[in-house]
């Protein structure tokens, strides 16, 4: 990432259009609703000892409903083999029950094993007649922006999981991060609270501070709000210290049987733009 940071600049937003085209040219632009899945108060968030008794609302962030929508269900991130949960869902906000019996029961399984996870998502029916997929072969359609805006759910994960301790996640963290920082490298990971992790010194700047982790015990998901760690960017060379405040944003998943904190696509950006997203891998 250091040697050609620039190349990855993205800013949300553009549509890059050729100069001379004419006006039949430009691409067709659709409406498509945003689903919301939420977990109720009362509900399993996890699948403990092989058991699920999760119940769910599903609704849209915006209030512009689809004409027919439909509940699939991906196991392990084999997006080639989604089943359908609910066929047909056109009211909302509906709530719903799902189980490890159904689970089994849909996927034609034994039982449920740790380690597996099943990602609940909605496919949306809009007035043009075209369904939009919640899953395709890449995995979720949902890019990281409207993924990151605060209260957006649009797919939801129940995982078979180990128990948690946050204490297994404390002391010396090894972070694989080819993206950003362009390597692997060893730094603190400290305990705030009963939910909180610290990383020190992030990505090794010189004047970097820490980045606090807020780990949900429920869902195992492990989000980093959006913190400023550095002044700029002068270590990536003088040429970047134009580039100020570096913060960075994203989900990721705390996996107790492994040991690691991961994170797919934490987002980097300067007081300028945007820099993309990138993975970052916490092990021990």
């Known amino acids: ?50 058991v699920l008794n999760a119940k769910f ?26 089943k359908t949960f609910n066929a047909s869902i056109k009211t909302f906000p509906t709530t719903l029950t799902l189980t490890d019996t159904q689970l089994v029961q849909l996927f034609g399984l034994s039982s449920i094993v740790t380690g597996d996870y099943f990602q609940v998502g909605l496919d949306v029916l809009m007035a043009d007649g075209k369904w939009y997929p919640a899953f395709d072969s890449n995995g979720v359609t949902y890019s990281s ?46 305990k705030v609270d009963a939910t909180h992790l610290k990383i020190k010194n992030f990505g ?25 760690y550095a002044a700029n960017l002068a270590d990536f060379g003088t040429a970047y210290a134009k580039y100020t405040n570096p913060a960075v944003a994203g989900k990721g998943v705390i996996d107790p049987c492994k040991r690691t904190i991961s994170f797919t696509a934490l987002e980097y950006t300067v007081d300028q733009g945007s820099f993309s997203t990138g993975a970052l891998v916490i092990s021990y």
């Not at 940071?5 to 945003?34: H, N, R, W």
């Not at 599903?58 to 997006?79: H, L, Q, R, T």
């Not at 090794?204 to 949900?216: A, E, N």
């Open 145 to 190: 922006g409207p993924s990151n805006l605060p209260g957006a759910s649009p797919i939801l994960t129940v995982k078979a999981v180990c128990k948690l301790d946050i204490n297994d996640f404390v002391g010396t963290g090894t972070i694989t991060d080819a993206y950003w920082y362009g390597g692997v490298y060893n730094t603190p990971i400290v």
């Open 57 to 82: 609302k599903v609704d849209m962030f915006y209030k512009d409903y689809p004409v027919d929508s439909k509940v699939v269900i991906a196991m392990n991130g084999n997006y080639s083999n989604l």
């Open 1 to 50: 990432m250091r040697t050609n940071i620039l190349k990855s600049i993205f800013l949300l937003g553009v549509v890059l259009l050729g100069a001379c085209q004419s006006q039949d040219k430009i691409p067709e632009m659709s409406t498509v609703s945003f689903p919301l899945l939420t977990f109720d108060a009362t509900s399993d968030k996890k699948i403990e000892s092989g």
């Open 204 to 228: 090794l700047f010189t004047d970097g501070g820490d980045v606090t982790m807020t780990i949900d015990p429920d869902t195992y998901v492990v989000t980093i709000a959006k913190q400023v």
